[in-house]
């Protein structure tokens, strides 16, 4: 069994399972990354998904108790992932599903990362819950010209601008800053831009230089 849960401080939402569930979610993970449905830039962001998912299931990650007694007891292995890169990710693999032949044992462990997704949201605030869902379903692919690198900014804005619960309030605004046409967005293409063509490089190998948050700070 999968299950989703918030950390205290609301950066980021466990997810746990026993070997065979993460063993599963890495294969489909892995199957995406390995197809032509999504472009390179968009796969490689999510491959990284797809490493901690093999960590965790290898018992190198997070790990929890699940039971109400000694009879049902079990150990679960997991990781934490950011908020922001969590719902990335699940739009990526509901992009994925859109251009390729998508089996019903995929499709329905898509759906069970997304009513994780619903469960863990709506614990906490059900209108944001109807939010991230509706842009999980109906917001507009991201195309082999977009910057993933804006999405890693717009994680350490979302773990900046507030604290504790507070936060989840960032996921309303995140989901209208990574869209293509956002203003904030065609900013940070173009200063992008401008610098790899300062550099001479590819403008997908422009970083943000501004350092993260301690994950000590979030509550990890």
């Known amino acids: 069994m999968l299950y989703a849960i918030t950390n205290k401080k609301f950066s980021a939402v466990g997810l746990f399972g026993d070997y065979y569930d993460l063993k599963d979610l890495h294969s489909y993970v892995t199957q995406v990354v390995s197809g032509d449905s999504l472009p390179a830039q968009l796969k490689e962001f999510l491959l990284s998904f797809g490493y901690d998912l093999r960590k965790a299931y290898e018992g190198k990650r997070e790990k929890q108790k699940l039971g109400t007694d000694w009879l049902d007891e079990a150990q679960y292995r997991g990781i934490y992932i950011y908020w922001p890169y969590f719902i990335f990710y699940l739009r990526l693999l509901r992009q994925a599903a859109s251009s390729r032949p998508t089996s019903r044992a ?97 403008i997908f190998s422009v970083e943000d230089p501004t350092p993260w948050p301690q994950k000590e700070e979030l509550g990890y």
């Open 106 to 202: 995929e499709y329905a462990l898509m759906c069970t990362l997304e009513g994780l997704c619903e469960s863990a949201l709506r614990n906490h605030s059900g209108s944001l819950a109807d939010q991230v869902l509706r842009w999980l379903q109906y917001s507009s692919p991201f195309d082999d010209h977009y910057l993933t690198e804006w999405w890693r900014v717009c994680c350490r804005l979302y773990l900046e601008e507030a604290q504790g619960k507070k936060r989840f309030s960032g996921l309303s605004q995140l989901l209208f800053r990574v869209s293509p046409i956002s203003p904030e967005y065609r900013k940070f293409y173009e200063q992008a831009k401008g610098l790899a063509a300062k550099e001479n490089v590819s």
